[in-house]
């Protein structure tokens, strides 16, 4: 009923940069905030960055200043741009919207499969 796909993962060297993408589909009503998590070898899931519907971002202390997150509401889609990339970022990049589907009286949470940011020299 609703998709969310991600892209822009890859391998990089440290100090490099990446893009992220996620488009999510379906019958969507209205989708309120957006965000990326990631889960790295080992590790729990934990938050990166999300972005409410009238644009107020937080960031973990981990990324502040190093990644931007964004989005397109005519497009359904967030970004996450990722600078100055550290071996430490590595992990599984997960994206998450809260959004109310067509006909449904609550919102809901969705994620997508994820995609891989390995950083690397």
């Not at 488009?23 to 999300?50: C, D, H, N």
């Not at 996450?80 to 959004?99: G, H, I, W």
Request: with cysteine; charged share 15%; proline share 2%.
């Amino acid at each position: 009923q609703v998709q969310l796909v991600e892209s822009g993962g890859g391998l990089v060297q440290p100090g490099g940069s990446l893009r992220l993408s996620c488009a999510a589909s379906g019958s969507i009503f209205s989708i309120y905030t957006m965000g990326w998590y990631r889960q790295g070898p080992g590790k729990q899931r934990e938050l990166v960055a999300i972005i409410t519907s009238s644009n107020y971002r937080i960031y973990a202390d981990s990324v502040k200043g190093r990644f931007t997150i964004s989005r397109d509401n005519a497009k359904n889609t967030v970004y996450l741009q990722m600078n100055s990339l550290k071996p430490e970022d590595t992990a599984d990049y997960f994206c998450k919207a809260v959004l109310k589907v067509s006909g449904m009286m609550a919102s809901s949470d969705y994620w997508g499969q994820g995609t891989q940011v390995t950083v690397s020299s």
